[in-house]
């Protein structure tokens, strides 16, 4: 049984689940105490490939970040913090700088300016989906070094947006 607590939207879970079977895409978890019945589509795909899982039944339509900073839902940007309770230690965060478009939508604004220190986690740019703004924040300390997309424009998903350094 694998335990990890994780913290999503200011919120902490406990989470223990056994690792499924291979070829097998349900999943029992404990979640607080609380049993559900988790069916992900393909579990052997790569994390940001998720689209939509099954929770006790309930439809849920969601993005991951592939380092699993935040996850998207209709609701917005979720930022998101796991830690494995068996190793005791935060999981280890990218230190990639390069902010791209979680989902298709159009750029809003920018709350930064090329040159301009940002710190991990601060609100970047606003970006507009499914009348929605969400949210995209840096994902590490550093300057802003290039603004790839003018506000105002359509971007599809993974569409290089900031880069920080």
Known sequence: MSKILVTLNEKTYEVSFALPMPQTDHLTVQ???TTVQVQIPNPAAPLNDHTWMLVDERPYELLFDPDLRWVASKKGLHPVDVRDLEAMSPRHRSGDGRLKAPIPGLIARYLVNVGDEVTAGQP???LEAMKMENEIRAPMNGR???IHVA???????GTLLVEIE
């Not at 506000?151 to 998903?157: H, L, Q, S």
């Open 144 to 146: 802003v070094e290039a």
């Open 124 to 126: 970047v740019v606003i």
């Open 31 to 33: 979640v607080n105490g």
């Open 151 to 157: 506000a105002g424009e359509t971007v599809a998903r």
